[in-house]
């Protein structure tokens, strides 16, 4: 009876212990999903207010910048195309669709000193790309967290917890080699 008590005592020993590293697991994922969300979450209120100060962008440079209306256009379109993108990817091509417009502007701006000295120009200018900056950091965080994730529900024995949760690949912020094509805008003089 002895040895039947002490292999008893094994047994439950071995499932409190898998008990123990599965629930461990399970919450490991759960946080590293919400990481996921949150840095999503904060990349999306960036690119809000980025989006919040493109129309006061436009508005100053539309007097100084009449040959560069492609430009102003482009940069209308995918900030329309940001606030509404429904998914992650869409809202990336619209996201460097901006950034390589706002490029465009700031080097076009170059051409023209009255708006170089424009202080609500400027002061747009430092703004938007201390936005950019800190959204170039967000999406990073965010793409770390997502690979992070992504190895975790590959990797014994978490494989194991991540399918029983049904856990698929969350994808990384990233834009198709079509979309970062850089959008040439012609300078007419």
Same mark, same amino acid.
């Given at each position: 009876m002895e040895m039947a008590g002490i292999i008893l005592f094994i047994i439950g020993l071995l499932l409190l212990l898998i008990l123990i590293t599965f629930l461990l697991i399970y919450n490991n994922l759960v946080r590293l999903k919400n990481n996921i969300q949150k840095s999503w979450a904060n990349i999306d209120v960036l690119l809000k207010q980025r989006s919040d100060e493109l129309p006061n962008l436009i508005a100053s440079v539309k007097g100084y910048m009449d040959h560069e209306r492609t430009t102003l256009e482009i940069l209308t379109k995918a900030r329309t195309e940001v606030l509404q993108a429904p998914t992650l990817s869409k809202k990336a091509v619209a996201d460097t669709m901006i950034t390589q417009a706002l490029k465009t502007i700031f080097a076009v701006a170059e051409n023209y000193p009255t708006? /170089? =000295? +424009?202080? +609500? #120009?400027? /002061?747009?200018? +430092? %703004?938007?790309? =201390?936005?950019?900056?800190?959204? =170039? $950091? %967000? %999406?990073? #965080?965010? +793409?770390?967290?997502?690979?992070?994730?992504?190895?975790?529900?590959?990797?014994?024995? $978490?494989?194991?917890? =991540? %399918?029983?949760? /049904?856990?698929? $690949?969350?994808? #990384? #912020?990233k834009v198709s080699e079509e979309d970062k094509k850089i959008v040439h805008v012609a300078m007419k003089q």
């Open positions: 708006l /170089k =000295a +424009n202080e +609500n #120009f400027l /002061k747009l200018q +430092n %703004r938007i790309t =201390a936005l950019e900056n800190e959204l =170039a $950091d %967000r %999406r990073e #965080f965010y +793409n770390d967290s997502v690979n992070i994730y992504n190895i975790r529900i590959h990797s014994i024995p $978490d494989m194991i917890v =991540a %399918r029983m949760m /049904k856990c698929t $690949d969350e994808q #990384f #912020f």
